[in-house]
């Protein structure tokens, strides 16, 4: 697909997104969520969380005569393309730099492509893909994911010249996920896993020492 998809101004990533905070939110972190969208008809007004489960990362080409691509969909920064395919095998996730790809990381592309054709109205005809680095995404497992079916749907109502039906659906709220740091989360594991039982512990330790001197 590298040679075809390059030919609309996108590079495909030999890689797999990895992304540690997507756990904290209940998915993987070989699933990453993405919570930041690209202006564009398909993700006007789109603040809903989506999750591309073993995700690989896109680049727009820039150069390509007649083409317009835009990053439709990014990854966190602290997110990052893990390219060591055997150390994922093994259960091995670590960022190495210059070797792996440093978030964010396009998950989502949409590319349209002028034409020397007309419509009925005298208007230049356009060509357009949207190229998604993953389909699992809209698979019976994740498509009820969040708000991975209002993104596919919005895709394909754009893909179809059909604007007028690209919404988000009523689950949508005025509420916003609070995405933590890597260093928030470790802060966070630290107090839960370490913290809180030490305290229980020091409290149970003293709470004995004072019985015994009052004994």
């Keep these: 697909m590298g040679?075809?998809?390059?030919?609309?101004?996108?590079?495909?990533d030999n890689d797999v997104i990895v992304d540690r905070a997507s756990r904290i939110m209940g998915g993987d972190i070989l699933a990453p969520m993405v919570t930041t969208y690209e202006q564009h008809p398909i993700t006007n007004g789109f603040k809903l969380m989506t999750f591309f489960p073993l995700a690989s990362s896109l680049r727009v080409k820039n150069g390509v005569a007649g083409v317009t691509a835009v990053e439709l969909a990014k990854?966190?920064?602290?997110?990052?393309?893990?390219?060591?395919?055997?150390?994922?095998?093994?259960?091995?996730?670590?960022?190495?730099?210059?070797?792996d790809f440093q978030g964010p990381l396009a998950?989502?592309?949409?590319?349209?492509?002028?034409?020397?054709?007309?419509?009925k109205e005298g208007k230049p005809v356009k060509g357009a893909v949207v190229v998604v680095a993953?389909?699992?995404?809209?698979?019976?497992?994740?498509?009820?994911?969040s708000g991975n079916k209002d993104l596919f749907m919005n895709i394909v109502n754009w893909l179809s010249s059909?604007?007028?039906?690209?919404?988000?659906?009523?689950?949508?709220?005025?509420?916003?996920?609070?995405i933590f740091k890597s260093?928030?989360?470790?802060?966070?594991?630290?107090?839960?896993?370490?913290?809180?039982?030490?305290m229980v512990f020091l409290a149970g330790l003293w709470a004995n020492l004072r019985r015994r001197r009052n004994s």
Excluded: C
């Design 3 to 12: 040679p075809w998809l390059e030919k609309y101004g996108v590079t495909l």
């Design 75 to 99: 990854t966190r920064t602290d997110t990052w393309g893990e390219t060591d395919e055997a150390g994922l095998k093994k259960g091995v996730v670590q960022f190495d730099e210059g070797k």
């Design 107 to 119: 998950v989502a592309v949409v590319a349209e492509v002028a034409s020397p054709a007309q419509d």
């Design 134 to 145: 993953d389909s699992e995404f809209a698979s019976n497992s994740f498509l009820n994911v």
């Design 162 to 178: 059909e604007e007028d039906r690209v919404t988000i659906s009523s689950h949508n709220s005025d509420s916003e996920p609070l």
């Design 183 to 198: 260093s928030q989360l470790s802060w966070m594991v630290a107090i839960s896993v370490l913290g809180i039982p030490a």
